[in-house]
């Protein structure tokens, strides 16, 4: 399985983003995706889960109410909707799957490069 993040970028505070997760190298499944992002000096932490249907979501309270998480099955894309961004959610975004939707890193199977957002103040 591979997964390829991708929309960070650069944008000021209060705007928004929009980050995409391609999953190819795999046929059907039931695993969940969920995005972590990681601030230089700290641990990865978890974001955001979405189940394989798209059913259930889970956030983060740093997350809840200016994030949201969605995927299109037909496109084996899971995407991070970002607004009311704010200089604390600077940091590199990963995307990863797993069998669950889990917190926490050591759960999840596989995960993509990373893509980098940087909140501006």
């Known amino acids: 399985v591979q997964l390829q993040a991708s929309g960070g970028g650069l944008v000021q505070t209060g705007g928004s983003l929009r980050l995409a997760c391609a999953i190819s190298?795999?046929?059907?499944?039931?695993?969940?995706e969920g995005w972590f992002r990681q601030a230089p000096g700290k641990e990865r932490d978890f974001v955001a889960a979405?189940?394989?249907?798209?059913?259930?979501?889970y956030y983060a309270d740093s997350a809840k109410g200016r994030f949201t998480i969605s995927r299109d099955n037909a496109k084996n894309t899971v995407y991070l909707q970002m607004n009311s961004l704010k200089p604390e959610d600077t940091a590199v975004y990963y995307c990863?799957?797993?069998?669950?939707?889990?917190?926490?890193?050591?759960?999840?199977?596989?995960w993509g490069q990373g893509t980098l957002v940087t909140v501006s103040s």
């Open positions: 190298g795999r046929g059907f499944t039931t695993h969940a």
């Open positions: 979405i189940n394989w249907s798209g059913s259930t979501t």
């Open positions: 990863a799957t797993g069998p669950g939707i889990f917190t926490v890193v050591s759960r999840y199977e596989s």
